[in-house]
């Protein structure tokens, strides 16, 4: 198990930029894939993008492709999403989550954040 801490959520305009932050604590965290989810009001939450351990390899959901950019830092034990054009359809609370392998299902996730919270106003 790893924990994970989410930070870095805020309201911001549309056009805007934000980078979220996951604080990861124990010593699996570079073994482990990672991904970024989000759950708006009202919505099932959904997968954002993942990153194997390597930094290698990504995924991105299309409705986020070109925009967000996952990236991690091993010897931090921290895992970025760097969220640029923000829109407010982009607002949901974000979750960072680790996985064995790389994959985009949230039931392959084994440790879940809090998350924190991105607010896009018109």
């Known amino acids: 198990q790893v924990q994970l801490v989410e930070s870095g959520g805020r309201l911001v305009q549309a056009g805007g930029s934000l980078r979220l932050s996951c604080a990861a604590s124990?010593?699996?965290?570079?073994?482990?894939?990672m991904g970024w989810f989000r759950q708006a009001p009202g919505k099932e939450r959904e997968f954002v993008a993942a990153i194997s351990w390597t930094g290698g390899n990504t995924y991105y959901a299309d409705s986020v492709k070109g925009r967000f950019t996952i990236s991690r830092d091993n010897a931090k034990n921290t895992v970025y999403l760097q969220m640029n054009s923000l829109k407010p359809e982009d607002t949901a609370v974000y979750y960072c989550?680790?996985?064995?392998?790389?994959?985009?299902?949230?039931?392959?996730?084994?440790?879940w954040g809090q998350g924190t919270q991105v607010t896009v106003s018109s």
């Open positions: 124990g010593r699996t965290f570079s073994s482990n894939e």
């Open positions: 989550a680790a996985a064995p392998f790389l994959t985009t299902a949230q039931a392959d996730f084994h440790s």
